[in-house]
C-alpha cells in the first residue's frame, strides 16, 4: 500500500478554513439608501452621547491574525498612520449592541495601546464596531475601510506560509 503524505491535505485543509473564516467575516453591502448605518430592530432612536477613539493617545497598534489570537505583530509606524486614519473616522454611541443573531465576523482585529498604558480591543464588523467585546452601531462606509485595511495588514504580516494552523 503506498503511503500518502497528510501534508498536502492539511495545508489545503487550513486554507479551506482561513477561506472559509473571511467569507464569514466579510461585511454585507451598503443599503442602497443614503443612511448607512446599522438600523437593527425598528426601534425609536433615543439621544446617546456619540465617542470616537482616543486616536490621538494611540503609541503603538498590535494586529491579530484571523481567528487565532495567541500569536500577534505590532504594526510598523506606517502602518499605524494608516490604521489612525481610518480609525479617525470611527464614531459611536454609549448604547451596547447584542451580537446575538450575528455570526461571522471577529471580536478582535487590532489592539490599540494608549500612551497611558491602556488597551483598547478593537474590530469592524458591519454592522458593528467592537470595541473591548461590546458591540456598536457602526457606519458600513467606515467598517469596510476598516476591514480592507485589516486583510491588507493580516496578508502582509502573517502570509499563508507563516499562519498558525487553526
Request: glycine fraction near 4%; proline fraction near 7%; charged fraction near 30%.
Amino acid at each position: 500500500m503506498a503511503h500518502i503524505s497528510k501534508k498536502p491535505l492539511l495545508a489545503v485543509g487550513v486554507c479551506l478554513l482561513l477561506l472559509a473564516g473571511c467569507m464569514m467575516s466579510s461585511p454585507p453591502p451598503a443599503p442602497e439608501n443614503e443612511k448607512t448605518e446599522a438600523t437593527g430592530p425598528e426601534v425609536e432612536e433615543e439621544e446617546h452621547e456619540v465617542y470616537s477613539l482616543p486616536v490621538s493617545d494611540i503609541e503603538q497598534i498590535i494586529l491579530y491574525p484571523v481567528r487565532v489570537w495567541d500569536e500577534e505583530q505590532p504594526l510598523t509606524d506606517e502602518d499605524c498612520a494608516e490604521v489612525i486614519e481610518a480609525l479617525r473616522l470611527v464614531e459611536y454611541s454609549g448604547r451596547e449592541l447584542s451580537l446575538d443573531d450575528y455570526q461571522g465576523g471577529t471580536d478582535r482585529m487590532f489592539r490599540l495601546e494608549l500612551k497611558n498604558g491602556e488597551s483598547i480591543v478593537f474590530s469592524a464588523c458591519a454592522p458593528f464596531y467592537i470595541i473591548d467585546f461590546k458591540a456598536y452601531k457602526a457606519k458600513y462606509r467606515v467598517c469596510n475601510r476598516i476591514d480592507k485595511e485589516y486583510y491588507r495588514l493580516v496578508e502582509e504580516y502573517f502570509p499563508m506560509d507563516r499562519r498558525p494552523a487553526v
